[in-house]
């Protein structure tokens, strides 16, 4: 895994060509430009990115990280992480934090268990049911209503994007015995089991399994 400042990532994407990384927005403040500037190469240089003036190895393996998560055309967006989708069973993964961004390349699969293994909600068997859960057609009035009844310890924004137009949005919102999920494209919310819930992100990030 690579970590770097806000920063860092844009004077490095700067070097390589400067071009967007979707879902990632940078600061375009000149307040102190200079200063953040220097603090940048100075951390890059101290993180072993660049090496008596000159790019390292260590860069063009992030390069082609960056460059390679640029040539998506599929992207899957959950919480702060920025994921490129591609045929196989790995992603590179973008994680956005107030302080730093990580980089990695991981195997899809691995992104599901990063949040079964923090819910005890998505770590339930589901029992087996007749019927589907019902579908209910709400206002996003009434969705904002039930977001802020208390109710919910965790919520789940996903958005899909092909060629950089969104595809899918929802939200997922549940505790440690149930969980919701909204469509922003239809309206609809609906009742999930957690077996539900784990197949639908193994299917948003085209595990195969």
């Not at 998505?122 to 859960?133: D, I, N, T």
């Not at 924004?157 to 137009?165: A, D, F, H, N, S």
């Amino acid at each position: 895994m690579i970590s770097l400042t806000h920063d860092e990532l844009q004077a490095m994407n700067g070097v390589i060509d400067n071009k967007l990384l979707f879902g990632v927005t940078f600061t375009n403040s000149n307040e102190n430009s200079e200063e953040r500037v220097e603090i940048a190469q100075k951390g890059l240089a101290e993180k072993g990115y660049i090496l008596d003036g000159k790019l390292t190895d260590k860069f063009l393996i992030v390069a082609r990280l960056l460059e390679e998560y640029k040539k998506s055309e599929r992207y899957l967006f959950i919480n702060n992480l920025r994921i490129s989708l591609e045929k196989g069973p790995y992603a590179k993964v973008i994680e956005l934090t107030d302080k730093e961004i990580t980089i990695s390349r991981v195997p899809k699969i691995t992104v599901v268990k990063k949040y079964v293994e923090v819910s005890e909600f998505l770590k339930k068997e589901q029992k087996a049911q007749f019927f589907p859960f019902e579908e209910q057609t709400i206002t996003m009035e009434a969705y904002e209503e039930d977001l802020d009844s208390g109710e919910w310890d965790n919520l789940m924004v996903i958005q899909k994007y092909e060629k950089e137009q969104l595809q899918d949005m929802r939200t997922y919102y549940f505790n440690d015995v149930q969980a919701y999920c909204y469509n922003f494209i239809t309206n609809k919310k609906q009742e999930r089991g957690a077996k539900d819930f784990r197949n639908e992100l193994l299917l948003l990030l085209e595990v195969e399994v």
